[in-house]
């Protein structure tokens, strides 16, 4: 049986504390190929190059939540598995019309409701492959908030998947960092600063401070 096969997603709330999901993890590495890793980085690739202003989005943020997880002692197996989600994260904004998607200006509140879709389309396109399933839950809630007022499912706290969480903050953090028509791009000090703010509200304390006392993020970040 492969990863996921027979499986329900609920049981994946709480991913680091499930021995069970955490040896089935591994086994999912495994059925993972190096090649396969590499189409699913040029898929989101493609998408990413839809807009003009998240050209390389995915690259970052799935290089950012993989040294926030190794900062915080993730094991190298479940590293691997949130740079894959990190990749994917993303993935439901290919069902997005490109009226909203690629709309110079701010978004109306209708649109807005548009673009929160895009967990669950994720989720919806990824649970179809047997060996994604695990990514796909992750995909599905990685704009939950700690505090349960996020989507789509109002999780709160450890109810909201660690690699959730973990992309959360680096999606937000590159999010910030990049230029938007209908505004400048932050420094990295006015986006650390913007995290420091929303923790423990929007993100998840332990994921903040993992990322805020990574020594070589300055660096890293300038080179991306």
């Not at 690629?102 to 179809?128: A, D, N, S």
């Not at 505090?147 to 709160?156: E, F, H, I, M």
């Amino acid at each position: 049986m492969r990863p996921g096969e027979g499986q329900s997603l609920k049981e994946y709330d709480n991913m680091e504390q499930n021995t069970a999901v955490t040896e089935e993890i591994n086994q999912f590495m495994s059925y993972l190929s190096h090649d396969v890793h590499e189409t699913l980085e040029v898929l989101t690739a493609a998408l990413d190059a839809r807009h003009p202003y998240t050209g390389g989005h995915s690259y970052r943020v799935a290089e950012l939540s993989t040294c926030i997880a190794r900062e915080m002692g993730v094991g190298e197996s479940q590293q691997h598995f949130i740079h894959i989600a990190a990749h994917l994260h993303d993935i439901g904004k290919i069902g997005m019309p490109d009226s909203v998607l690629l709309k110079k200006g701010r978004l109306t509140v209708e649109e807005y409701e548009v673009i929160k879709k895009h967990p669950e389309t994720g989720f919806q396109i990824l649970r179809k492959v047997k060996i994604l399933q695990y990514v796909a839950h992750v995909v599905r809630h990685h704009h939950e908030r700690w505090d349960g007022a996020g989507y789509p499912g109002g999780l709160a706290g450890e109810h909201i998947p660690l690699a959730s969480r973990i992309i959360a903050v680096a999606d937000a953090y590159d999010a910030m960092t990049s230029m938007r028509p209908y505004r400048p791009s932050l420094t990295h000090e006015q986006s650390i600063a913007e995290l420091g703010r929303c923790r423990g509200s929007q993100f998840d304390p332990a994921v903040v401070d993992a990322f805020i006392r990574w020594k070589p993020l300055i660096t890293i970040c300038a080179e991306m």
